[in-house]
Structure formats: structure tokens, C-alpha cells
């Protein structure tokens, strides 16, 4: 895609048999002071394992805690406030990125956490059917980001060189006859109007042009004076080469434009179910 970018032995002693201290390891999380920590929902009425993949300095092993045919995928940690570092975001995405390999999934916030399994399963009884819900919703579907830039003082160089007024404008103020303030003033109010108007252009094409090959779509606040989209869209599984297809015509459409692919991704964006959850403050003391 032209200037597109694509964005994870024990031994046998000889000595007589003699009662020994049960290793920490093997104690109920709760008698050790842990709690749970959630990374997803998926359907799952048999137990999982995802290996020792989780939060910690020594990545947790991670499994999951039932109700029914649904299921809490989650790891034992301490009952904490989570720092949003880089190391603990990344742990709680290659989570979620691993469980999505093989089940749809519903992502929980970073730093969800529960004092015990009884309140995992107590949350999966209560919510069950809007969980039930939106795992339907969300079957064999996955999100991407779309994220669109430009150069904007080469588009302004465009829109100077196109518009009569800005080109005029631009020459009374290069020619300092005077004072240039309202000349200037205009200017800008132009230069602004015209990068707005192209803006809300390009988007309005870019969606069109992906409409037919994603479930939906969310249009989230660009991030500095570069970026003009940034955008998520809900792909079925089916239409994943269809989308990034699409999306490389597109970058081949608009030559001045950059655009940045990632995913796949859980639906962060589709998922809406808000939950009153029991954090680790409350064991805080």
C-alpha cells in the first residue's frame, strides 16, 4: 500500500517419609492474599488454559472461571490498583490477543480485578444474558484501526495554489505594503475553512469506501494537526482481505495521504456493556 503502514525433576530422597509445609503455590489464591484479574468473557462451557501468559514480572498462568457456557478469562494477582505501564497494557492485550485466536471475545478495561472466583461467577450470573448478547453480536468479528495523516503545510500549499482568495491573500501579505494583520486574519480563516472542508471530504470517502466490507464503524477524535482520521471498524472474519484490500486502493487513491492499518483487534470500540466492578482500593488500607 503506497505509504500505508501495517501496523506481539523433583527428586526421591532416601530419608523417611515425614509431613511436609503445603508449598504457597499450591494454596487457594484467596489464602494468599490474590485476587483475579480479568481480561475477557468468551463461550466456554469446558475449562481453558492459555499458558503463563499473563500479568506479572513472571507472566501468570491464565485460565478460565465459569458459568454455564460462558466463561472469565483470567489470572491470579495481587489485590491492586494496576499501573497502566507499558509492560502491564502489553501483558493484558497478549492476552486477549491470544484467547481471540480461538473464541470471540469481550474485553474487559484494563485493571479489572476481583477478590474471588465466587464474584467472577456471581458477575457471570447476573450478566449473563447481556453477555450471551453480545457474544452473539460480536461472533467471527474483529476490530481494526484506521488512522489517516497528511502534510499539512503541504496541504495548505495545495489549497493557496487552488483558491483565488488564499492565493491573493497570500501575496498581499508577501508584499508588506502596510499593515498585513487583516490580511492575515483572513488568511488563516480561509486556510482553516478549506483544511476543514478537505477533512470532513476525505473522511466521508474513506467510510464509503469501507462500508461494504466491515459490520460498522467508529469514528473516535484525531490525535495532532497530522492525523484527520482516526477511525474503528468492525470486520467479519470473511471480509478481513476484502478490508485491507480496500484499504490499500485507498492509498493509492489519495498518494498524499498516509494511512495506518492495525489489527486485528478485540472489539474495544463495539463493546458497551458497563459494569459496577469491586476494585482493589476497597482492600486498600
Given at each position: 500500500?503506497?505509504?500505508?503502514?501495517?501496523?506481539?525433576?523433583?527428586?526421591?530422597?532416601?530419608?523417611?517419609?515425614?509431613?511436609?509445609?503445603?508449598?504457597?503455590?499450591?494454596?487457594p489464591a484467596a489464602a494468599r492474599g490474590l485476587g483475579k484479574y480479568v481480561y475477557?468473557?468468551?463461550?466456554?462451557?469446558?475449562?481453558?488454559?492459555?499458558?503463563?501468559?499473563?500479568?506479572?514480572?513472571?507472566?501468570?498462568?491464565?485460565?478460565?472461571?465459569?458459568?454455564?457456557?460462558?466463561?472469565?478469562?483470567?489470572?491470579?494477582?495481587?489485590?491492586?490498583?494496576?499501573?497502566?505501564?507499558?509492560?502491564?497494557?502489553?501483558?493484558?492485550?497478549?492476552?486477549?490477543?491470544?484467547?481471540?485466536?480461538?473464541?470471540?471475545?469481550?474485553?474487559?478495561?484494563?485493571?479489572?480485578?476481583?477478590?474471588?472466583?465466587?464474584?467472577?461467577?456471581?458477575?457471570?450470573?447476573?450478566?449473563?444474558?447481556?453477555?450471551?448478547?453480545?457474544?452473539?453480536?460480536?461472533?467471527?468479528?474483529?476490530?481494526?484501526?484506521?488512522?489517516?495523516?497528511?502534510?499539512?503545510?503541504?496541504?495548505?500549499?495545495?489549497?493557496?495554489?487552488?483558491e483565488e482568495e488564499v492565493r491573493w491573500l497570500r501575496k498581499q501579505i508577501s508584499?508588506?505594503?502596510?499593515?498585513?494583520?487583516?490580511?492575515?486574519?483572513?488568511?488563516?480563516?480561509?486556510?482553516?475553512?478549506?483544511?476543514?472542508?478537505?477533512?470532513?471530504?476525505?473522511?466521508?470517502?474513506?467510510?464509503?469506501?469501507?462500508?461494504?466490507?466491515?459490520?460498522?464503524?467508529?469514528?473516535?477524535?484525531?490525535?495532532?494537526?497530522?492525523?484527520?482520521?482516526?477511525?474503528?471498524?468492525?470486520?467479519?472474519?470473511?471480509?478481513?482481505?476484502?478490508?485491507?484490500?480496500?484499504?490499500?486502493?485507498?492509498?493509492?487513491?489519495?498518494?498524499?495521504?498516509?494511512?495506518?492499518?492495525?489489527?486485528?483487534?478485540?472489539?474495544?470500540?463495539?463493546?458497551?456493556?458497563?459494569?459496577?466492578?469491586?476494585?482493589?482500593?476497597?482492600?486498600?488500607?
Amino acid at each position: 500500500m503506497p505509504r500505508a503502514q501495517k501496523v506481539r525433576n523433583r527428586a526421591v530422597g532416601a530419608s523417611p517419609p515425614r509431613r511436609a509445609l503445603r508449598p504457597a503455590s499450591n494454596r487457594p489464591a484467596a489464602a494468599r492474599g490474590l485476587g483475579k484479574y480479568v481480561y475477557c468473557v468468551i463461550q466456554s462451557s469446558k475449562p481453558q488454559t492459555f499458558g503463563p501468559i499473563g500479568l506479572g514480572a513472571q507472566p501468570a498462568p491464565v485460565h478460565t472461571v465459569h458459568h454455564r457456557d460462558i466463561a472469565a478469562v483470567v489470572s491470579d494477582t495481587q489485590i491492586q490498583l494496576h499501573d497502566p505501564t507499558r509492560e502491564n497494557v502489553l501483558a493484558h492485550e497478549r492476552v486477549n490477543e491470544t484467547v481471540m485466536r480461538k473464541f470471540t471475545v469481550i474485553p474487559m478495561s484494563f485493571g479489572t480485578v476481583f477478590k474471588t472466583e465466587a464474584d467472577i461467577e456471581e458477575l457471570l450470573r447476573s450478566a449473563y444474558e447481556a453477555f450471551r448478547e453480545v457474544l452473539a453480536k460480536m461472533a467471527d468479528k474483529l476490530e481494526f484501526g484506521v488512522k489517516v495523516l497528511w502534510d499539512r503545510d503541504e496541504m495548505v500549499r495545495q489549497i493557496e495554489a487552488e483558491e483565488e482568495e488564499v492565493r491573493w491573500l497570500r501575496k498581499q501579505i508577501s508584499s508588506e505594503r502596510g499593515s498585513t494583520y487583516l490580511a492575515r486574519m483572513q488568511h488563516g480563516r480561509l486556510i482553516d475553512r478549506a483544511l476543514q472542508s478537505r477533512s470532513e471530504r476525505y473522511l466521508g470517502e474513506i467510510f464509503e469506501r469501507l462500508r461494504d466490507v466491515s459490520v460498522a464503524s467508529r469514528v473516535n477524535k484525531p490525535i495532532g494537526d497530522r492525523m484527520i482520521v482516526n477511525a474503528a471498524f468492525l470486520v467479519s472474519r470473511d471480509k478481513e482481505a476484502a478490508f485491507s484490500a480496500r484499504l490499500e486502493d485507498l492509498g493509492t487513491r489519495y498518494p498524499h495521504l498516509t494511512f495506518k492499518f492495525t489489527g486485528p483487534w478485540p472489539p474495544y470500540n463495539f463493546v458497551n456493556i458497563r459494569l459496577k466492578l469491586e476494585r482493589a482500593r476497597e482492600a486498600t488500607p
